[in-house]
């Protein structure tokens, strides 16, 4: 399986990014994927996740309300639609896969990562 980000840019405080993800190589519904961001000087942190079978999503809460994940499963796409940004959101986006439906918030836990997609959120 390989992941590819993209949608990552420069935006001002208050805009919106939409950042895609394709998951090549993934053979089953039976996985998860999510978003994660490590900001400057920052741990890599869970953003949000879904289930691809049953579409389940869940968030950090430092992103619920702003952001919205989904996932097309005719186009294998992930996105996450990010609205409200703010300074504090400017990272490197990373989406990652987990054989498994569980979406995890424990980055340990995933099998497989994107290069990332950098965003940053001028004020």
């Known amino acids: 399986v390989q992941l590819q980000a993209s949608g990552g840019g420069l935006v001002q405080a208050g805009g919106s990014l939409r950042l895609s993800c394709v998951p090549s190589?993934?053979?089953?519904?039976?996985?998860?994927t999510a978003w994660f961001r490590q900001g400057p000087g920052k741990e890599r942190e869970f953003v949000a996740g879904v289930r691809w079978s049953g579409g389940n999503t869940y968030y950090a809460d430092s992103v619920k309300g702003r952001f919205a994940v989904s996932k097309n499963s005719a186009k294998n796409t992930m996105y996450l639609q990010m609205n409200s940004l703010n300074s504090e959101d400017t990272a490197v986006y990373y989406c990652a896969l987990r054989w498994g439906s569980t979406v995890h918030r424990t980055a340990q836990l995933y099998d497989f990562w994107g290069p990332g997609t950098l965003v940053t959120v001028s004020s």
């Open positions: 190589g993934r053979a089953s519904n039976d996985v998860a």
